[in-house]
């Protein structure tokens, strides 16, 4: 697959969830060309429709019918699942993984497909829901410089920001560390609002102060003014129980080559305890009701 026909190439996407949908919104709008979707939700692919995609009832169909298929899943377990089902199909596939993954797992899955004649791109997403509804997102790959060629436009058309990082597997070591680095940020930024409030000072003054200082971040401005001042951590946003499954796959990485992380593992603790007080669903950044005291902890020292 070289990009001189990539007009003529169908594209298949499964997984329509919170950042899926609008992913594969923008894949429909902007490329021009054929997009078959599938995802166990009618109602997202009722949506899909609407927006221009031809809906299919299983992963075999989009298959049958795609040259390029997308994934944006919520684990390495669907993503594998997903792929398996290709495994029989007898025709060359490019598979894309847009989600967040196991970085050994998914350099497994790049082998086992390539036996079967489908190739293998990483292509994970970072920044918000927001970010994936404008087209604005982080998209860090891996794989191939050919394949990066072939993927990079239509890519381009859900990321402002696409970056080849590498061959198979370091687009999701990027995206995990990423993850990883972010949620240890907002850690850090509750325990400094809490000292700071307990102190006598207005969270938003402390907060305006520090993004015009050294200690300014797209976390503290976003996550930080946005969500911790205050205190508002909605559902259907990248919830508790999704940050806790990047943060372990991110300590999976950490094992895998034989590193013990001393803050990664106390914010992966923080953020379990709040999933244990009743927050999983809630926006990550809820955390700071763990930080505060606000949530009864059993948490120690680092």
Not at 31 to 44: A, K, N, W
Not at 77 to 98: K, N, T, Y
Not at 106 to 130: C, G, H, M, S, Y
Request: aromatic residues 6%.
């Amino acid at each position: 697959m070289t990009s001189p026909s990539i007009r003529k190439l169908r594209l298949g996407f499964v997984g329509l969830g919170v950042m899926g949908e609008p992913m594969c919104a923008n894949l429909i709008r902007k490329s021009g060309v054929p997009v078959y979707v599938h995802d166990l939700d009618s109602e997202r692919l009722i949506r899909a429709v609407d927006a221009g995609a031809i809906a299919v009832d299983s992963v075999e169909a989009v298959g049958a019918e795609a040259d390029v298929i997308f994934l944006s899943l919520p684990s390495i377990v669907q993503v594998e699942a997903v792929c398996a089902s290709l495994l029989d199909l007898g025709r060359p596939i490019l598979v894309v993984d847009m989600s967040t993954s196991d970085v050994a797992r998914t350099r497994l899955l790049a082998e086992r497909l390539a036996a079967a004649n489908i190739q293998f791109v990483d292509a994970p997403v970072a920044r918000t829901k927001e970010a994936a509804v404008q087209g604005t997102l982080f998209i860090s790959v891996g794989g191939s410089h050919e394949l990066f060629e072939t993927v990079q436009p239509f890519l381009a058309h859900m990321g402002s920001d696409v970056l080849h990082c590498g061959d198979v597997g370091c687009g999701q070591i990027v995206k995990v560390l990423n993850n990883m680095m972010a949620l240890m940020t907002i850690n850090a930024l509750s325990e400094i609002l809490t000292i700071g409030r307990r102190a006598g000072m207005d969270g938003k003054q402390l907060f305006d102060a520090l993004a015009r200082s050294s200690a300014d971040s797209f976390i503290l401005r976003n996550h930080g003014m946005k969500c911790l001042v205050p205190d508002s951590f909605p559902e259907k946003a990248f919830p508790v129980d999704y940050a806790i499954k990047d943060a372990s796959t991110a300590l999976q990485l950490a094992e895998q080559v034989d590193f013990h992380p001393r803050i990664a593992r106390y914010t992966h603790d923080v953020l379990c305890t709040a999933q244990e007080a009743g927050y999983g669903l809630n926006y990550h950044p809820v955390v700071i009701r763990v930080v505060d005291g606000r949530v009864a902890s059993t948490l120690g020292e680092l």
